[in-house]
């Protein structure tokens, strides 16, 4: 149970904190794993404008961000891969990216990160 609510957790961080109005679109590039520029563009304006980043703090997070999104991908198309072992390296891939993002954040944004953890956690117990 706490697996899971450390993964919804970190997927808000890194994934849901992009606008309300989140929309994904798959565009085929070719190249599977690589992620959709949209997608990392989306996500990094949720955390822009949630966090009020700075220039310098959004070049820092963006290939965290891809990275992710990649990593995850790839994650979803193995077939090799039972559903918990699945679910258990994409949680990994989540905690990894939670420490690089808050290790670009200051105090304040850290708290305001947690903030948003926990009202999306609360959302979604319900």
């Known amino acids: 149970m706490n697996r899971w609510r450390y993964l919804a957790i970190a997927t808000i961080a890194l994934v ?3 606008t309300s109005a989140q929309q994904t679109t798959t565009v085929s590039t070719g190249q599977p794993h690589q992620a959709n520029a ?3 563009d989306q996500h990094m304006h949720g955390l822009t404008e ?4 700075t220039a310098e703090q959004q070049a820092r997070i963006r290939p965290v961000i891809q990275s992710f999104l990649e990593g995850r991908q790839k994650l979803m198309n193995d077939t090799s891969l ?3 072992e699945r679910k258990d390296q994409i949680a990994a891939l989540h905690a990894n ?3 690089q993002v808050r290790a670009c954040l200051t105090d304040e944004q850290q708290k305001k990160l ?3 953890e926990q009202e999306h956690a609360a959302q ?3």
């Open 16 to 18: 849901a904190l992009s």
């Open 38 to 40: 949209a997608q990392v």
């Open 50 to 53: 949630k966090l009020d980043l």
């Open 82 to 84: 039972s559903e918990s």
């Open 97 to 99: 990216g939670m420490k």
């Open 114 to 116: 947690e903030e948003l």
């Open 124 to 126: 979604h117990t319900h």
